[in-house]
């Protein structure tokens, strides 16, 4: 049961898979799967949700020894729509991680999914950071990203979901 919410890894070894469940019992019908069979897996786990690790070998075979290892990640600064890092000029230039993100649209409406501008894999699901920019004046910006990321480029006041407005994908 995590104090904080934190994306954690789950590995396992010796020929055994890990399923993770969420719950505070062991009732089956109670048991939320968070993770499917794999010797992998990685997963937000949230604040004060207990989580089950189940370990079985992959096959009708005898069990076997194995090694569990569980680790969490720092989250960064700039997770939060509500905390981006802030462009204070430009020409900008930053190395940044989703690593240890969360995925902040997890709560957000099932449309957002299909909006025009969310329409990636699985907006709601995807680990993400933010950054933020109040131009002086009006003008063009170009932004890119490499390391396999995608951009997103929202604009409003607010973060909430139905205030954001989506200018660019």
Known sequence: TPPTSKMITATVDGGQSIRIFSGESCDYDTLVCVARQSSVQTFPAYANVQYRFLISQRYFEAGSEFTIE???YEVPANDGCDSPAVVQSLPFVANGTTVGSLPNFKAAPQSFDTCTCCNWYGARDANDVFYSYTPPTSKMITAT??????IRVFSGDSCEYDELQCLAR
Do not use: A, T
Not at 145 to 150: E, K, P
């Open 70 to 72: 569980i680790k969490d």
């Open 145 to 150: 990203v490499d390391g396999g990321q995608s």
